[in-house]
């Protein structure tokens, strides 16, 4: 991916010197010039082209986002609610995500999830022990949002 | 200013404040340390988030200034805040803080205790 930025920014300088133009506007020009010229030639990269993943990550930011404004109308119905019937408790997680990044990403995305805090992680980087603040309703939930979660995450890291 | 950008700054001062003073109602009725972690590293992260936002954009606004140093401050906060949930929690549960009485499951009650044996 890194490889691929370069040589689109080294197009970008190339249209710039045919241009014999060197102001910002030249190079946004020569960069989405590039841009075509790579996604034409996509085929003779080992790895995906670049705007997949460029793609991945808005959209897990923007899943990040929404989480966080959905956590907080969760926990402004539970602290104003007047009775207090809430049932915490802390529950493992497996996880497939390898590398130390990808953990550290899905455990602050769980944090920022409604309900759902991370207290520890296992040594092995294999379970993530989640403490949950109404087990019942969130068990099952939590699963299916980590899913996508997880599912974003590995979109990112694809090679 | 317009009556737009107005109208955008009031409700996301409101909204911050707002945010902010049902962080501290959370930390005041929740029972033990975990629950109030959610209240504190959610709706003060989301609240504080919102006044910078509002400052940038009255500042914008009336100035034209564009103030990237607010901006950074909320992208700052945006990732330490849950790391700092999270370590506060795990040192509580480490050096042996006891969770409300009421909490149904603890999982990692096991590992500790595989990991003495």
Not at chain 2, 13 to 34: E, H
Not at chain 2, 94 to 106: F, T
């Amino acid at each position: 991916m890194a490889f691929q930025i370069l040589l689109n920014v080294f197009l970008a300088f190339l249209w710039m010197f045919l241009q014999v133009s060197f102001s910002a506007r030249t190079f946004i020009i020569g960069y989405l010039l590039g841009l075509i010229v790579m996604a034409g030639m996509r085929r003779f990269f080992k790895s995906r082209f670049y705007l997949h993943r460029v793609w991945a990550v808005i959209y897990l930011f923007l899943l990040f986002l929404k989480e966080l404004i959905k956590a907080n109308i969760d926990v402004l119905k539970l602290v104003l609610r007047p009775k207090l019937n809430i049932r915490p408790g802390i529950f493992a997680l497996e996880t497939e995500l390898k590398s130390d990044w990808e953990v550290t990403l899905l455990s602050n995305l769980i944090t920022l999830t409604p309900g759902t805090l991370v207290v520890d992680v296992s040594d092995d980087n294999k379970t993530l022990y989640i403490h949950a603040i109404d087990i019942e309703d969130v068990s099952e939930a939590v699963d299916s949002i980590k899913n996508s979660f997880e599912k974003a995450i590995m979109e990112v890291s694809r090679g | 200013m317009t009556v737009i950008s107005e109208a955008v700054i009031a409700v996301l001062l409101l909204l911050g404040a707002f945010l902010t003073l049902v962080a501290a109602f959370g930390l005041i009725r929740l029972p033990d340390v975990y629950t109030r972690n959610h209240a504190a590293s959610k709706s003060a992260t989301l609240g504080v988030m919102c006044i910078l936002l509002a400052t940038f954009v009255y500042f914008f606004a009336k100035d034209g200034f564009f103030s990237s140093r607010l901006l950074l401050g909320i992208a700052f906060f945006f990732i330490t805040a849950p790391v700092a949930g999270h370590l506060i929690s795990r040192a509580a549960y480490n050096s042996g803080v006891k969770m409300w009485d009421q909490s149904v499951r603890d999982d990692l009650k096991n590992k500790q205790a595989q990991k003495k044996n």
